[in-house]
């Protein structure tokens, strides 16, 4: 691989030249993700084949804010449901069952409560998928993943050219002290 | 035991390669199946279509062919029902509670119990399908725009809260379900090849590994296991309120939800023991689903079994101190009325053989184990009878009395709704991974980090 052009990043813009670094070991995998990035590399992803617990820190990822969902689609299934029961009951077609009064709390509580948790659990799903642009395909293999290996037992270190600082040497010299099983490095359309 | 032992706990037996655990749980998938499993599958049928040429009987000529009569109006149908949604409770314990308390156990028989949920909850749904007699006018259940009024249905009903109860546990159940397998049909796309590659791609959304998406999964699966957790509780407590809310003697109690939720954690954790001992042995799983395993399960099976022994205690007890003579009666009549054979069934069943799992053997004994969770299955389904039919036989009026037997329709539906949770269960071993790919793999390299910090 000629090192001379891969000093500068590719004048096409959105083709970068990559850097994957696959490794067999989790403990390896993010070892190499703290010392690549105490070195000043910027790594853009690790695919694993299980959520390996330390990765998110170590890559430097904020906290997801997937909860908030949840609890808007929470809020929004408790007033769908009070909502629908007392228009149904206590205003569209009013009925006094038993004596008690159209507007009977307690007796809504159940369906409420059930269509509180459905409504969260499609909220959180649905936001999951869409925000990670997960959604049925037809082509078999997703562009982003390095291989077919990282769903079995490789974890895979991806480090972008970004910029003309970047030190293609450094990162070589680097890996080989890192000891991944493979290395490769190849261009991406980003 | 050794002392190093105490400390790291061996889930998942001789410490294999992360590719050989891909390999040994995908192999059951990828292999022709075998004449066990064509055995079991085609007998699975035949039962299942029994219980639809019955079912297709009971809509052509009407419910008369039951052993319904004017004072038991509820007898298999609503027992089976029970039973059913029961069953599938274990499966949400087991993948929302237990992930909730991080017991690192869960992880091999999540995905089989989440299953079985799922198969059970639908058997479940049949049976108020067909006990309101016409099946296709089922839709008016559910509020919508209609020509009568429109009047909408009565939310203040119990069996409305019911329909609600368990089709959001179905949808969500599903819905967890299907996120837990995405990671595992992505391995499986990677290790196909043709259409079955084309399917699990499809069905893999594209799911690439990334350290972003597995955050964001991790935490969907967290916040998925803190709404299925309240919701569990909640649809066997509304099952009883089917109950608890009416005037019945025997029926009218409070204790009905707890003692529910109990009892359909023990009903289920003695169907995923049965299902599970048989599953491993004919996938060859024992590396991952290991007698440990089965040990605690029968743990869960004691405490629960004895939970709802104290129950059934705290049941006669009230009815004796309540000092209402109607509540008496009807226990009286439960334990030694024409229906004791049944009570007795109940209690031996349910209090008596879940206490040979105070010794450790009969823990690691298989045979123990299986033969004690199909008597607990029985015992389970009996507590449901007893409750439906014994307190219906004798009402306020001894004029209106009356015995109540199946007939051989009835039990043919029951039998089909087996059928149809086997057959669901064997498709499911064939074409999607019995054990989660991506969580035995965490699983085991904690184990490895631990075995290291002892050593």
């Known amino acids: ?190 | 035991m050794s002392a190093g032992a105490e400390h790291v706990e061996e889930l998942i037996l001789g410490n294999p390669t992360f590719s050989q655990v891909t390999n040994e749980i995908a192999s059951p998938m990828e292999r022709r199946p075998g004449p066990a499993w064509w055995g079991a599958f085609l007998t699975a049928v035949s039962v299942l279509t029994l219980g639809v040429v019955l079912i297709g009987y009971t809509m052509a000529t009407g419910i008369g062919v039951w052993g319904l009569n004017r004072t038991v109006g509820w007898g298999y149908d609503i027992t089976n029902f029970v039973f059913w949604v029961g069953i599938g409770h274990a499966g949400t314990l087991i993948s929302a509670i237990l992930l909730l308390f991080r017991q690192r156990w869960r992880t091999s028989i999540a995905r089989a119990a989440e299953g079985m949920t799922i198969f059970a909850v639908l058997c479940a749904a049949i049976f108020p399908l067909i006990h309101m007699g016409r099946p296709w006018l089922a839709f008016w259940v559910f509020p919508y725009p209609n020509t009568r009024g429109p009047i909408s249905v009565n939310f203040r009903s119990p069996l409305l809260w019911d329909v609600f109860a368990i089709s959001t546990y179905f949808t969500v159940s599903l819905l967890f379900w299907y996120v837990g397998l995405i990671p595992d049909l992505a391995t499986m796309r990677d290790r196909s090849t043709g259409w079955r590659r084309r399917i699990y791609a499809f069905l893999a959304l594209g799911w690439d590994g990334g350290t972003r998406t597995w955050q964001r999964y991790e935490k969907a699966c967290v916040l998925l296991a803190g709404l299925a957790t309240p919701l569990v509780v909640s649809v066997h407590t509304i099952v009883s309120f089917d109950f608890a809310t009416s005037v019945i003697p025997g029926w009218h109690t409070t204790i009905f939800p707890p003692y529910f939720v109990a009892g359909a954690v023990f009903s289920g954790f003695a169907m995923v023991i049965t299902l599970l001992l048989v599953t491993r042995k004919v996938l060859g799983l024992e590396r991952y689903i290991t007698a440990s395993h089965f040990e605690k399960m029968a743990r869960v099976l004691l405490t629960t079994g004895m939970i709802v022994g104290f129950a059934y205690a705290t049941e006669l007890c009230i009815a004796l101190y309540s000092g209402n003579r109607y509540e008496r009666f009807t226990f009286e009549n439960r334990a030694f009325g024409p229906y004791a054979w049944a009570y007795w069934t109940m209690v031996a069943c349910n209090v008596l053989v879940p206490q040979v799992f105070w010794w450790a053997r009969a823990r690691r004994s298989a045979l123990v184990l299986f033969v004690a969770a199909c008597l607990v299955n029985v015992g389970m389904w009996f507590e449901r009878f007893n409750i439906i039919v014994t307190s219906l036989h004798r009402d306020y009026l001894p004029s209106s009395w009356s015995y109540y037997t199946p007939t051989l329709v009835e039990m043919g539906i029951l039998l089909g709704s087996f059928g149809l949770f086997f057959t669901c269960f064997l498709l499911f071993v064939r074409f999607a991974p019995v054990v989660a790919f991506h969580e035995v793999k965490l699983t085991l390299s904690e184990q490895r980090e631990t075995a290291h910090a002892v050593r």
């Open chain 1, 1 to 190: 691989m000629p090192s001379a052009d891969s000093a500068v990043a590719s004048p096409m813009g959105s083709r970068r030249r990559i850097h994957t670094l696959a490794f067999d070991d989790p403990s390896r995998a993010l070892a190499a993700v703290r010392a690549l990035r105490a070195d000043g590399f910027e790594v853009d992803d690790v695919h694993t084949p299980y959520a390996v617990h330390g990765m998110d820190e170590a890559l430097g990822l904020p906290e997801t804010r997937l909860g908030l969902a949840t609890l808007a689609g929470g809020l929004l299934g408790a007033g769908v449901a009070f909502g629908f029961q007392f228009w149904t009951h206590a205003v569209d077609w009013p009925l006094v069952i038993g004596g008690k009064s159209p507007l009977a709390l307690p007796a809504q509580i159940p369906v409420s409560f059930e269509l509180t948790i459905l409504f969260a659990a499609f909220a959180t799903v649905g936001t999951f998928l869409a925000r990670r642009r997960l959604f049925p395909r037809i082509a078999v293999t997703p562009p982003s993943q390095p291989g077919p290996g990282v769903t079995d037992d490789r974890f895979v270190v991806l480090v972008v050219e970004r910029d003309a600082g970047f030190r293609p040497a450094r990162l070589r010299e680097l890996a080989r002290e890192l000891g991944p099983v493979e290395t490769v490095e190849g261009w991406r359309v980003m």
